[in-house]
């Protein structure tokens, strides 16, 4: 149990908060609207998730790279171009990522409460600057949090100028996330130690497998579990 002052960095989407379950049901009405004969919705999504994979390693992310990913799904699908009608019609999903509330992860609000009390806590969260930066405000979170570094993504380099940025011992800092790929493996790999809090959501692209020996990994199975630990 750990109970001297910590380090404590909070992934955002999908930890603190829902995100990708938006994007799921955009991907439900998409598959449903495809309606592929041969590939099925198992084969549009793998051609979706390959896209995906591939856009985010030059655009990023957010909800404009994805519709963009949308749209040459449907181009590489259908082995044409898009017409006006089909991209008017992923144009339209852009509704779903425009609201101005989000809906936080159960005990998130009362935990981080308890913990500014007792620890730093500082915010990573990567992906559209201006994107993030409204789901920030839009949780009334920032409060608890010493700094929120919003960066394009989320790999050891990151972690490594996170720590001289911010002159953080390793030792006594944790990542705290739900994303395997994301969160968890750069962080260690960085020396950090690591809270792993799983979300049925999670994108498929940020899913990898932990060593389940790495005793520096802390597994937990809700937010206000770290209570308990903090």
């Known amino acids: 149990m750990v109970r001297a002052e910590q380090v404590l960095i909070f992934d955002a989407d999908d930890t603190l908060w829902e995100n990708n379950v938006i994007f799921e049901r955009v991907i439900d009405e998409f598959l449903d609207w495809m309606e592929h004969p041969e590939l099925g919705r198992t084969g549009v999504r793998s051609v979706l998730d390959e896209i995906e994979a591939a856009n985010a390693t030059v655009h990023g992310y957010g909800s404009k790279v994805f519709l963009q990913s949308l749209g040459e799904c449907v181009e590489r699908v259908r082995r044409r171009v898009a017409t006006a009608e089909e991209m008017a019609r992923i144009a339209a ?25 007792r ?13 993030q930066r409204r789901k920030v405000d839009a949780s009334c979170l920032a409060h608890h949090f010493r700094d929120v570094h919003i960066v394009a993504e989320k790999d050891v380099r990151t972690y490594e100028e996170l720590v001289r940025a911010c ?15 994301s969160d968890i493996l750069p962080a260690r790999a960085a020396g950090l130690n690591a809270v792993f809090i799983p979300n049925a959501h999670t994108w ?4 990898d497998v932990l060593d389940p020996t790495d005793e520096q990994v802390l597994h937990l199975k809700a937010f206000a579990e770290l209570l308990d630990h903090f």
């Open 167 to 181: 002159a953080l011992a390793p030792a006594s800092t944790w990542m705290i996330g739900n994303s395997p790929k």
């Open 119 to 131: 620890h730093e806590l500082l915010m990573l969260t990567k992906g559209d600057v201006q994107e």
């Open 204 to 207: 498929v692209l940020e899913h």
């Open 93 to 117: 999903w852009a509704r779903a990522f425009e609201g101005h509330e989000v809906e936080l992860i159960p005990g998130v609000a009362e935990t981080l409460t308890e913990l500014a009390g």
